[in-house]
């Protein structure tokens, strides 16, 4: 597809495109911003290089999209002027929350998840530190059609706390808030239910709504049976036709559509890495 707006180069078959010709420090006129949302919804993620922007100006294009997430729902440090900007900074001396299973879909976990998110690379290393995104509806259409009439239909829990139990990150569970925070938290919160193939609200179509950080398990399914199938779409996803991986530049802006992808950042860095990073809220998923 081509626009008027923007140039946009298509980085893999499944998704990802570089946008180029559009100034974000500038005001968007509304065919602009339609142009920038049509290639949103057409390769699931888009980022634009070399963006000198404020953090106002942040806020102010991500709310294009739609209202940013309520600063308390995440637990990330926040811009002390703009509270809707997670600060995500990490070196060697400060990893980020390391996790066994990092391929997620942003808050999943709750009965609202978010529908996308805007990425400003602040600060890059010389190495490393790449983005991974998973199209979900290209990995749904790829299934065989009878695996596709078996995955419709069903219904998976999502828990926001499996990637932090005691065995994936003990040290929450010895901090300074006490070894019953977690825990105590956890004891107040139901999982949400979703679709596991989930139909997108804009487009209609259909993509597979499961990822191994949060999917704990799938309703009316005894536990053999969900963890087999949950274990090969896990896997399943993990394939490289359905993906694009995005190495940074300072400067770069990138947003996902959060509703039918995947991501997985990669921590294999040990120089300074500076994000800011906005959600958008989200509806409730439908099959």
């Excluded at 990802?16 to 049509?38: A, V």
């Excluded at 390769?43 to 999209?65: H, L, M, N, S």
């Excluded at 637990?75 to 990893?95: H, M, Q, R, T, V």
């Excluded at 394939?239 to 190495?247: D, I, L, W």
Aim: contains cysteine.
């Amino acid at each position: 597809m081509s626009y008027e707006s923007f140039d946009l180069h298509e980085m893999s078959p499944a998704c990802g495109g570089i946008i180029e010709g559009i100034d974000l420090s500038k005001d968007l006129t509304n065919r602009q911003f339609d142009e920038i949302h049509e290639a949103l919804l057409e390769r699931t993620v888009i980022v634009f290089r070399d963006q000198d922007i404020t953090p106002d100006q942040q806020v102010a294009f991500a709310r294009r999209f739609g209202e940013p997430q309520p600063s308390a729902v995440s637990g990330f440090e926040k811009s002390k002027d703009n509270p809707e900007i997670d600060i995500l900074e990490y070196d060697a001396s400060n990893p980020p929350h390391v996790t066994r299973d990092l391929w997620h879909t942003d808050f999943v976990g709750t009965e609202r998840p978010t529908m996308g998110t805007v990425l400003y690379a602040k600060d890059i290393p010389p190495q490393g530190g790449d983005t991974v995104w998973v199209n979900m509806v290209a990995a749904y259409e790829a299934l065989s059609d009878r695996m596709r009439a078996h995955v419709d239909g069903l219904w998976a829990y999502h828990d926001s706390y499996q990637p932090y139990s005691e065995f994936v990150r003990p040290e929450m569970y010895t901090a300074d808030k006490g070894t019953d925070y977690i825990r105590d938290k956890r004891a107040q919160y139901v999982p949400a239910l979703h679709p596991v193939v989930r139909v997108h609200p804009v487009t209609g179509k259909k993509g597979l709504f499961v990822n191994e950080s949060m999917t704990s398990f799938i309703k009316d399914m005894d536990r053999r049976e969900s963890d087999f199938l949950l274990r090969y779409l896990f896997d399943y996803l993990r394939t490289p036709e359905f993906n694009y991986r995005h190495k940074w530049q300072t400067n770069d802006l990138a947003v996902w559509d959060n509703r039918l992808s995947l991501h997985y950042a990669l921590f294999d860095y040990t120089d300074h890495r500076l994000m800011h990073r906005i959600v958008i809220q989200g509806d409730v998923p439908h099959e």
